[in-house]
């Protein structure tokens, strides 16, 4: 995961320390001082970074905020934001001053007055929306926490998604165990992509199956605490890609004496569209060398 730091030049040594904690905790950074060499261009390499990264940590300062240059940075971060419908820009207060306006309905990382503190609260909101394998969708009254994990040999791909459906309004629950196989053509393609970025190779696996999400065995009735099997295979013929979709469902909780129907077809779009979002974009060396690994199939 790659972090990028906007900062005025007159909070150097914060950011540098906060650039070596980050470092050492595997963080990719990209800070001015550290990468430009003699001759490089500032502005191409500022805007390739900013393109490429997965986050934009803005050090919130007076002299930041009076930099003409951060606030060019900072609308970067917000333009991607809305554009890829996720959070990119972190704000980190380093000292009391006047927050911008566009950034006044942020909640931010305080480092005013205890630097540990600050980072703590900056590694938590990493680590929440940086992490695709976890997280929650919600429709209506109804909340879906997900967990999703992968198992990958040559030829041979599973991914399996884990959610609970609930809602505060009832007294039930719905555990729903979802198995995703794919046939040896789509497998090699997830170990082409793997090999460049793990992430990615997921969502675009996820990102392929979500088309299953309007077939009528989406819908699940529960009439007991049985379970109910769904198998669901999913076909591309222009690529030759294959999928089974296993999925098991059991309902938990109080009896509510009635059945109980999930259109977990919605459920099952919102999941993997939630993935998909909290997944960086391939850099343009990604790009380079995923184009290059799947040229056979771009054709």
Same mark, same amino acid.
């Given at each position: 995961?790659?972090? =990028?730091?906007?900062?005025?030049?007159?909070?150097?040594?914060?950011?540098?320390?906060? !650039?070596?904690?980050?470092?050492?905790?595997?963080?990719?950074?990209?800070?001015?001082?550290?990468?430009?060499?003699?001759?490089?261009?500032?502005?191409?390499?500022?805007?390739?970074?900013?393109?490429?990264?997965?986050?934009?940590?803005?050090?919130?300062?007076?002299?930041?905020?009076?930099?003409?240059?951060?606030?060019?940075?900072?609308?970067?971060?917000?333009?991607?934001?809305?554009?890829?419908?996720?959070?990119?820009?972190?704000?980190?207060?380093?000292?009391?001053?006047?927050?911008?306006?566009?950034?006044?309905?942020?909640?931010?990382?305080?480092?005013?007055?205890?630097?540990?503190? !600050?980072?703590?609260?900056?590694?938590?909101?990493?680590?929440?929306?940086?992490?695709?394998?976890?997280?929650?969708?919600?429709?209506?009254?109804?909340?879906?926490?997900?967990?999703?994990?992968?198992?990958?040999?040559?030829?041979?791909?599973?991914?399996?998604?884990?959610?609970?459906?609930?809602?505060?309004?009832?007294?039930?629950?719905?555990?729903?165990?979802?198995?995703?196989?794919?046939?040896?053509?789509?497998?090699?393609?997830?170990?082409?992509?793997?090999?460049?970025?793990?992430?990615?190779?997921?969502?675009?696996?996820?990102?392929?199956?979500?088309?299953?999400?309007?077939?009528?065995?989406?819908?699940?009735?529960?009439?007991?605490?049985?379970?109910?099997?769904?198998?669901?295979?999913?076909?591309?013929?222009?690529? !030759?890609?294959?999928?089974?979709?296993?999925?098991?469902?059991?309902?938990?909780?109080?009896?509510?004496?009635?059945?109980?129907?999930?259109? =977990?077809?919605?459920?099952?779009?919102?999941?993997?569209?939630?993935?998909?979002?909290?997944?960086?974009?391939?850099?343009?060396?990604?790009?380079?060398?995923?184009?290059?690994?799947?040229?056979?199939?771009?054709?």
């Amino acid at each position: 995961m790659s972090v =990028f730091i906007s900062y005025a030049h007159e909070d150097k040594t914060f950011v540098e320390t906060l !650039g070596a904690n980050l470092f050492k905790r595997n963080f990719h950074i990209f800070i001015d001082r550290w990468e430009l060499k003699v001759g490089d261009s500032l502005l191409d390499h500022i805007q390739a970074e900013l393109k490429d990264c997965s986050f934009v940590c803005c050090v919130l300062s007076k002299a930041s905020i009076s930099s003409e240059w951060c606030r060019r940075e900072i609308n970067a971060g917000l333009m991607r934001e809305l554009s890829e419908r996720r959070t990119v820009l972190l704000p980190l207060l380093i000292e009391d001053c006047e927050i911008p306006p566009f950034l006044k309905d942020k909640v931010f990382a305080d480092f005013r007055n205890d630097y540990e503190s !600050g980072l703590d609260e900056l590694l938590n909101a990493l680590a929440k929306i940086s992490n695709p394998s976890l997280g929650r969708v919600t429709s209506g009254p109804y909340h879906n926490d997900y967990a999703v994990s992968w198992k990958y040999a040559p030829g041979k791909l599973l991914v399996e998604i884990y959610a609970v459906c609930f809602s505060k309004e009832q007294e039930w629950s719905v555990l729903i165990e979802t198995a995703i196989t794919a046939n040896q053509l789509a497998s090699e393609r997830f170990g082409k992509l793997l090999s460049v970025n793990s992430d990615y190779a997921v969502s675009v696996v996820l990102g392929h199956i979500a088309t299953a999400s309007s077939d009528p065995q989406m819908v699940l009735l529960l009439s007991s605490a049985e379970r109910v099997d769904r198998e669901i295979r999913l076909r591309d013929r222009k690529l !030759g890609f294959e999928y089974t979709i296993s999925i098991q469902a059991r309902r938990l909780g109080a009896d509510p004496g009635k059945d109980v129907v999930i259109h =977990f077809g919605g459920t099952w779009k919102n999941i993997c569209e939630d993935y998909v979002s909290k997944t960086p974009k391939f850099s343009d060396s990604e790009s380079a060398q995923a184009f290059e690994l799947l040229k056979d199939w771009n054709k």
